[in-house]
């Protein structure tokens, strides 16, 4: 056991053993299947407070070998599956946040190099009796245990796109850890699976990926994985009658963000603060200022701002995400912007329809807050 390698399995704990914990261990066997194959790399892409790092402090629990979570398990839903025991508790874990790591470094320059110099010291401090001292090669280090021991690796990376989201960096870096990534785990009979969380998808450079052998479940393409982004109507449903909440309410603040054939995704940061509160406010807003959602208003490309006026008349829009270099920087059309404000969670957006509208009554008062102090509305009424 070490920093990042078999991390112990009490931050799961704590999330059972708060008063909402809503059971989405379902999410194990689609992972279960997907092991030691080539559709073993999953990149889940989801606004801020979606549970991205519920799900992956879940998966870490469950395939640790250092600890039995046999009993942590047992009265969820992936117990009831045919590959539960098959895969519990068997493989080692590596858990990394890349956001702590982009905390660590002074120099920006020294973020890819940081990752390798930080994981090969935990390897080294687990492994060190596979491996020789002159091993400075996180990726050789990996290579080595594998073959001498014949373990195999989960990789599960959290906040993976943190480097993404600091205006800061630039391409040269973020391409640097691109490459490291690739390098680690593209093509490597160490990996058994590879689970990476964050709010955007994969960086493209032109119309590629350097991390091409993803599959990617984001909030434009939420596919298989569409039940897992947030909380469904019957679980919201359950909450309602627990907490003897309206369910109607609880819809017109938290409800619309339809994801795929109809399936209907709610916000579990403000589902859950509504539950426990017992009001409905703008909880899962209030975790960020809307600041940030007027900076990307005032860049108001091609009539961005008369598009958001009509989604806050209940209007729709229609948006080709295609063109989206997923980053927070590059904006080349309006509807590049409106891509991100889509995986940023402020837009919903429906994968049948390409329509794309104000999901709820959380998010539209963020908006009219952001349009009434928009620098250009401002300047336009002095």
Not at 253 to 262: D, P, Q
Request: net charge negative.
């Amino acid at each position: 056991m070490g920093i990042y390698i078999n991390p112990k399995n009490i931050a799961f704990i704590e999330s059972l053993n708060s008063k909402i914990y809503v059971d989405k261990t379902g999410l194990l066997e689609y992972t279960n299947s997907v092991l030691s194959t080539e559709q073993k790399y999953l990149c889940i892409s989801r606004p801020r407070r979606f549970g991205k790092s519920i799900a992956a402090k879940m998966l870490a629990a469950y395939y640790c070998k250092d600890y039995n979570s046999e009993d942590i398990f047992a009265n969820l839903k992936i117990a009831q599956d045919i590959s539960f025991k098959k895969h519990l508790n068997k493989y080692d874990i590596i858990f990394i946040n890349m956001q702590d790591f982009l905390s660590d470094v002074k120099d920006i320059q020294d973020y890819p190099q940081h990752i390798q110099k930080e994981l090969l010291e935990d390897i080294k401090e687990v492994y060190g009796e596979f491996l020789k001292s002159d091993v400075d090669n996180l990726i050789k280090a990996l290579k080595i245990i594998h073959d001498k021991t014949e373990r195999g690796f989960v990789f599960i990376i959290d906040e993976w796109d943190a480097i993404f989201r600091t205006s800061s960096v630039n391409n040269d870096i973020q391409t640097e850890y691109l490459d490291f990534l690739r390098l680690l785990l593209k093509d490597k009979s160490y990996v058994k699976l590879a689970y990476m969380t964050g709010i955007l998808p994969i960086k493209k450079y032109g119309t590629q990926s350097t991390l091409n052998m993803f599959s990617e479940f984001s909030m434009t393409e939420p596919k298989l994985m569409a039940e897992y982004i947030g909380f469904t109507e019957e679980e919201v449903v359950d909450l309602c009658n627990e907490f003897k909440m309206d369910l109607s309410m609880t819809k017109h603040w938290y409800n619309g963000y339809v994801v795929k054939n109809g399936i209907n995704i709610y916000n579990p940061k403000s589902v859950v603060d509504a539950m426990l509160n017992q009001e409905y406010h703008s909880y899962w807003a209030k975790t960020e200022t809307y600041e940030s959602l007027k900076m990307y208003i005032d860049l108001n490309f091609n009539g961005l701002k008369d598009d958001i006026i009509k989604m806050l008349s209940g209007g729709t829009i229609k948006v080709n995400s295609g063109s989206f270099s997923n980053d927070m920087t590059t904006f080349k059309t309006k509807d590049d912007v409106l891509t991100l404000l889509i995986h940023l969670g402020y837009l919903s957006y429906n994968t049948d329809t390409f329509l794309t509208a104000i999901p709820n009554e959380e998010i539209r008062a963020e908006f009219l807050n952001a349009m009434l102090n928009s620098h250009n509305i401002a300047s336009s009424t002095e």
